[in-house]
């Protein structure tokens, strides 16, 4: 994958779903948070990562993936 590097919170969500599969097919590189639901995501090319937002770490576990743009849609 090329493009930009994203991560997208509440990408198990309706809303962050389509944005994680645009950005795929835009020839990004989206990093998709989920708490546990994945199924909005089968047959998107991006990387999951699956986190709970309230949890210890969390912001940290974030910030070292290292994107140019983070879009929350949690």
């Known amino acids: 994958m090329g493009g930009l590097r994203v991560v997208v919170t509440g990408a198990g969500g309706f809303v962050g779903a ?39 770490g969390a912001a940290e576990r974030i910030a070292a993936i290292g994107a140019g743009v983070c879009i929350h849609a949690a």
């Not at 097919?25 to 989920?34: D, K, M, Q, R, T």
């Open 18 to 56: 389509a944005v994680t599969r645009r950005l795929a097919e835009l020839g990004h590189a989206p990093v998709a948070i989920v708490r546990s639901r994945r199924d909005r995501l089968a047959g998107v090319a991006a990387e999951i990562l699956e986190l709970d937002l309230e949890s210890a």
